[in-house]
């Protein structure tokens, strides 16, 4: 078994290698479109090599358009040609023989002077806990560099081999607004992550930030706060999810299971200054972080049906609804509302049927 990843690295160029990176990028997602269009035109895949496009890339990345272009053609040819993609975001891609890397540099043949060299690039390949060279000691992929905000990002694919866990546990979470996760296995250990207060703190405050910029049409800021806030949630969730998957390897779990939240923000019932965090904020994407990182310790992770799990007592079955935060049942039970959704969510029905037992 393995799992791909993509892991993203800040790039430095200089003045003169951001222009070529620019031009190359452009030059590449023109040159797929040219040969998506002349596919679609003859009606089938393309025979051409790097010597018949004319574009001015090195080589190796001709011939990566050239398999992009194929696929682009491939999703064209299957929707009959009723959708045809058009690419718009200016990228470039180098397959994995035609990059290397060390502690500073990412190194990559770029047009220089209409030739091809191999330069290399400033890179942060070390973040803090050396997690990304980590990863990048496993089988590479394609690199593609992009431009996101003013920033120069390359990512590269990563296939990690994932080996099955020693655990024997089932273990289910919550997910919440007021508490971001609640985790509890199936021998009652119980773990609750992240910090709904701050986090709803720290979007308001981006929230009154935007609305002065507003009154100010300063447009520009605006935008760079919306990107800022979801750096931001993107970090907290990726906290969260590696919290998790901790707590699950420390008490020997083998299975994680999650609710299945696809119409979270339509079923969810929520107080009006909830609202607007409810409707911003990724469950989705916390979800994904949870499996991917699960995936890689060999922990699996289930979907569940998320009907009831909050207001059925776990004891006697009967239906309740929570008062605030605080589950009481007629029978005597008594936790915390996200604790019983937990404790639900642990032995609720998989949604495909496919149940893996500890």
Known sequence: MAQTITVKIKLLPNKEQEAILSQMSNDYITTINLLVSEMIKEKKTTKKTSKNVSAKLPSAVKNQAIKDAKSVFKKAKKSKFQTVPILKKPVCVWNNQNYSFDFTHISIPIMIDGKATKTPIRAVLVDKDGRNLNLLKHKLGTLRITKKANKWIAQISVTI?????????????????????????????????????????????FRSERKALGKKKKLNAIRHSKDKEQRWMKDQDHKVSRAIVNFAKDNKVSVIRLERLANIRQTARTSRKNEKNLHSWSFYRLSQFIEYKANLEGIKVEYVNPAYTSQTCPKCYEKNKAQDRKYKCKCGFEKHRDLVGAMNVRYAPVIDGNSQSA
Not at 175 to 199: E, I, M, S, W, Y
């Open 161 to 205: 081999p994932t080996v099955q866990g020693t655990g024997l546990k089932v273990m289910g979470v919550d997910l919440g607004l007021k508490v971001p996760a609640v985790a509890v296995t199936d021998d009652d250990k119980v773990c609750f992550f992240g910090k709904g207060r701050q986090n709803k703190y720290v979007k308001r405050k």
